[in-house]
């Protein structure tokens, strides 16, 4: 297919030898399956801040911190300079904790290259290669949904000790590799000891596991992971 204008930069620089063809579009950015190092990966194209539907960026972002006092003052004050750091700020969050979650043994997709506003990474496929379904796209049975629910809580767990709370975690950002639940879209991943909105998001994470989950295996939603023993 026709290389994306955002992907030309990548192309041209041989990071990616071809574009195979669409992935998924989403709220934040659009996915694309691409060849690079002779094999297929993902190719995660972020949205500008005024093509983005994503509301409340800043209580995510709190307790992320910038050491250059004179970027600090330029993102307070909201300047176009200030504007353009917050942007890279929040696209750089993703790389590093998927790195950081990586390492911690944390199943995310492992990042290969970052640059342009382009992030690519590793596949993620399904037992037959092909692309991995989000949990949204398939219907567990009960023993399997509950066995993903203590695997992503599993996940859950070491993302918190890691210090992070994925915020927006739900059957929307979680793919079914061949292997097990694989967690994506990090940007609005916040600090779990730094950002005050931290317990709250943790809390919303779990009612959304449960309460998706809970569908296929109704007990869930009387557990202690339960919808109803959150007060959000």
């Known amino acids: 297919m026709k290389i994306p204008e955002p992907l030309l930069p990548l192309f041209e620089a041989g990071v990616i030898t071809d574009v195979v063809r669409p992935l998924m579009a989403g709220k934040e950015a659009s996915v694309y399956l691409v060849r690079a190092q002779d094999e297929l990966r993902c190719a995660k194209v972020y949205k500008s801040a005024t093509e983005r539907s994503f509301r409340q960026r800043s209580q995510y972002s709190e307790g992320r911190t910038v050491r250059n006092s004179r970027q600090r003052r330029a993102m307070a004050k909201g300047s176009k300079y200030g504007k353009q750091l917050l942007e890279a700020a929040w696209q750089n969050a993703e790389v590093e904790w998927l790195f950081r979650l990586h390492n911690a043994g944390v199943r995310v997709p492992v990042p290969h290259h970052f640059s342009d506003d382009v992030l690519v990474m590793e596949l993620v496929t399904d037992a037959q290669g092909e692309p991995a379904p989000r949990l949204y796209d398939i219907r567990p049975s009960r023993d399997e949904a509950l066995a993903l ?4 809580i599993r996940q859950v767990v070491l993302m918190l000790c890691e210090g992070m709370v994925h915020g927006d975690l739900s059957e929307y950002n979680i793919l079914m590799s061949g292997t097990g639940p694989v967690v994506i879209d990090l940007p609005q991943a916040c600090d779990a000891a730094q950002n005050r909105n931290a317990a709250r998001l943790l809390k919303r994470d779990l009612k959304n596991l449960a309460m998706y989950l809970g569908r296929f295996a ?11 023993m959150w007060a959000l």
């Open 149 to 152: 629910h203590e695997t992503l």
């Open 218 to 228: 109704p007990r869930l939603r009387r557990t202690r992971f339960g919808p109803e």
